[in-house]
């Protein structure tokens, strides 16, 4: 399936969702020639550390590190509230993501689910859809969402609806660059058995893997694919 894609833009509600999500799937389309961009959505962790510059700055410091690790580029970051999209109107995210996907002119694009547990996320995807939204002219030809560490799981326990996936990516050769990756996001890296953990995303991607009959893998839900 990856062959499909060109030009990948990775949308992140926060620093270190795309590694989490996509950070197996990156270098393997960077290795063959793709353009991939990651787009960090929200200031970061504003909510968590008020008015304190200096850790917003190191984590989109770790950010570039880590995403230097897969190949992939990180853009200019957007400055939406962290913990706070909900409070944005739900046509200035349309907008500014609309902008960014037709500027790039991006034919796959990569977001969190729905199903999450956490609500930056869930606006986030719903913004994408509005952005992504076929359209005659509209670049975008796939839409995928993504399974986060510590959110995803949460809300297939606790929401109505669950995160099924139905594209695994096999990330079998490309397992210890993601985490490789994640190691960058000292901010963010938890110790075992927190699910940011190194080894807990290493059982992650087991565990997904073990279900389509592969050492590891990534889960996705495609959206769609024209």
């Known amino acids: 399936m990856l062959q499909l894609f060109n030009k990948i833009l990775v949308i992140a509600a926060h620093p270190d969702d795309e ?9 393997q389309l960077v ?40 190949g992939s580029k990180v853009l200019p970051r957007e400055d939406f509230p962290d913990m706070r999209l909900d409070t944005v109107a739900h046509v ?6 609309g902008k960014i996907i037709s500027k790039g002119e991006y034919d796959t694009v990569f977001v969190q689910d729905r199903t999450d547990i956490n609500k930056d996320h869930n606006e986030i995807f719903e913004s994408t859809l509005v952005a992504c939204r076929p359209y005659p ?11 986060v560490n510590s959110s995803t799981e949460w809300g297939n326990l606790l929401k109505k609806e ?22 960058e996001y000292t901010t963010e890296v938890r110790d075992y058995p927190h699910p940011r953990s190194i080894e807990a ?13 592969t050492e590891y893998a990534e889960p996705f839900f495609l959206v769609y694919s024209i």
């Open 137 to 147: 002219g509209q670049n975008v030809r796939h839409l995928l969402s993504y399974y």
């Open 201 to 213: 995303l290493r059982n992650s991607a087991k565990y997904f893997g073990n279900l389509v009959g």
């Open 162 to 183: 669950a995160f099924n996936p139905n594209v695994f990516i096999d990330i079998s050769e490309t397992i210890e660059d993601k985490l490789n990756a994640m190691s």
């Open 31 to 70: 290795k063959m020639g793709k353009q991939v961009d990651v787009l960090i959505f929200t200031d970061g962790s504003s909510t968590q550390y008020f008015n304190n510059d200096a850790i917003l700055e190191d984590k989109f410091h770790e950010a570039k590190s880590a995403n230097d690790v897969l």
């Open 19 to 27: 590694i989490l999500g996509v950070g197996g799937t990156i270098p």
């Open 92 to 97: 200035d995210k349309n907008i500014a993501l």
